[in-house]
């Protein structure tokens, strides 16, 4: 079945790094535009970032653009998430989807929380 395992959350200070990772599997991979969607506390789901099925086409959220960067290694099924000067306001729980528009199967999320 369609599985997609997100990983790599975790607490870092404000100005930091992190990579939070989602495995996928059960799917062609490859054939697939893949997207990041957070909800910070409190609040609605955001999307954050999508690539297109080769990799070569990425897109922002203006909130993160400069600072985020989405890669997918369809060799491995996984996709990435490199978030650089993180802010409080990144505080989240970070969600892999499949696909772009419609989104039709999602993972379980990965906290990441920025704090001092």
């Known amino acids: 079945q369609v599985q997609l395992v997100e990983s790599g959350g975790g607490l870092v200070q404000p100005g930091g790094s992190l990579r939070v990772s989602c495995a996928n599997s059960g799917f062609t991979f490859s054939s697939y535009d893949m997207t990041w969607v957070r909800q910070a506390p409190g609040k609605g789901l955001e999307w954050v970032s999508e690539?297109?099925?080769?990799?070569?086409?990425?897109y922002y959220a203006d909130s993160v653009k400069g600072r985020f960067t989405i890669s997918r290694d369809n060799a491995k099924n996984t996709l990435y998430l490199q978030m650089n000067s993180l802010k409080p306001e990144d505080t989240a729980v970070y969600f892999c989807a499949r696909g772009a528009g419609p989104r039709d199967y999602w993972g379980q999320g990965t906290q990441v929380t920025i704090s001092s």
């Open positions: 690539i297109k099925m080769g990799g070569g086409n990425t």
